[in-house]
């Protein structure tokens, strides 16, 4: 395995937890090709596993959500520092805000770079001074970039109608799904209907229409249960805690592990308006048999076939949604496992991660040589 000469790999990120989740196969094929890896994120606890598979950790602190001027400074100062004493061979960079700011670094620095639009998000796509802004600081990142994934064909198109980016790209299936961490497993026997929506609590992710829709469905139908999961934005700490101590839904906060609790629901749900690059909870549930409900938008729209694999509904239409769980609720049990098992197929034949994994080591070969 000594082909690669120990090649330095480095791989930026603005969340542990993700880079954990959505890169581990990723690093762990990195490494049995003998590169060094080396990541650089902010500390979040899963570094300890990455380093015992033989990864490096650096700590980088990133103000992913905020503005200051001085903390985006400090970060290039960081990355710039970081460059400059590793001398990676090849730089990937993931999220927005790393994505940027590793990639004016790495193209100042003349490394070679790969990045990974994992989305548009609110501040890129909306209007404004702030869209246009960050349409200009992406400019500049994609400027000296060796190769860009996008993670869906409408990102492709923003970026190349916006001329933000006019180089070498490669559409990926999102971050794919690991299909052995994410096996399929049994559907639930009993009668209880479990959902869940787990994300980043947001409203553009759906969150006020999740919570809609659980009032009325609990009325209903009281035996029904809805969790949710992922962290919570500030402005929804109260309405979350309101809802729990009503009993309208579960909530588990941040988790890092989700088979326990995926094995216990009937169904995923993620009413998204975001900008997605593929949701990944989407993708995660689907591989372990679940049927799912979602938006017809980019990184929602493509990890469904509707009526077979889970059903689409109109965003922002707290109706629409509570009529489609209505619908999934009165499906006989056999009819919503079968649907689960569509959607591993789907998964398999679409979204596996090895396919992301396999584009990777195949840039990344041809940079390095």
């Excluded at 103000?63 to 970060?75: A, E, F, H, I, Q």
């Excluded at 009526?307 to 109109?314: A, D, E, R």
Aim: proline share 5%; glycine share 8%.
């Amino acid at each position: 395995m000594a082909e690669n000469n120990h090649k330095k790999i480095l791989i930026i990120g603005t969340n542990m937890m993700n880079i954990y989740h959505h890169r581990l196969e990723l690093i762990e094929a990195l490494l049995s090709a003998d590169y060094k890896v080396i990541v650089a994120a902010p500390r979040g606890g899963e570094e300890k596993d990455l380093e015992k598979l033989g990864c490096r950790f650096i700590h980088m602190p990133v103000d992913n959500r905020g503005t200051s001027v001085k903390n985006d400074l400090g970060l290039i100062r960081n990355l710039a520092k970081i460059y400059k004493e590793e001398k990676p061979d090849v730089v990937l960079t993931f999220y927005t805000k790393t994505n940027i700011y590793g990639g004016i670094v790495a193209g100042w620095l003349k490394l070679p770079y790969i990045e990974n639009v994992c989305g548009l998000g609110t501040s890129l796509s909306g209007k404004g001074m702030v869209s246009k802004i960050m349409k200009f600081l992406y400019t500049e990142a994609l400027r000296k970039c060796s190769l860009v994934f996008f993670q869906n064909k409408h990102n492709i198109k923003f970026f190349t109608e916006e001329k933000i980016y006019k180089g070498a790209y490669t559409l990926l299936p999102g971050s794919g799904v690991s299909l052995n961490r994410y096996k399929l497993l049994p559907y639930p026997t009993d009668n209880q209907i479990e959902f869940l929506f787990c994300s980043r609590i947001l409203k553009e992710k759906g969150i006020e229409e999740y919570l809609s829709a659980a009032r009325e469905i609990k009325k209903k139908y009281p035996e029904t249960v809805f969790h949710v999961a992922g962290p919570c934005d500030p402005a929804y700490k109260e309405e979350i805690e309101k809802a729990a101590k009503e009993g309208v839904i579960v909530y588990h906060g941040k988790i890092r592990e989700l088979h326990p609790l995926m094995s216990k629901i009937s169904c995923s749900i993620l009413p998204s308006y975001y900008p997605e690059g593929t949701a990944n909870i989407l993708l995660e549930s689907a591989a372990s048999g679940r049927p799912i409900i979602t938006t017809s938008l980019p990184g929602c729209g493509e990890t469904v076939e509707d009526s077979i694999t889970g059903y689409v509904v109109k965003e922002k239409d707290v109706e629409s949604l509570i009529k489609t769980i209505e619908k999934f609720i009165m499906l006989p049990p056999s009819e919503k496992e079968k649907m689960g098992k569509e959607g591993r197929r789907k998964m398999e034949q679409e979204f596996n991660r090895e396919i992301v994994i396999d584009e990777y080591l195949k840039n990344i070969k041809e940079l390095v040589s």
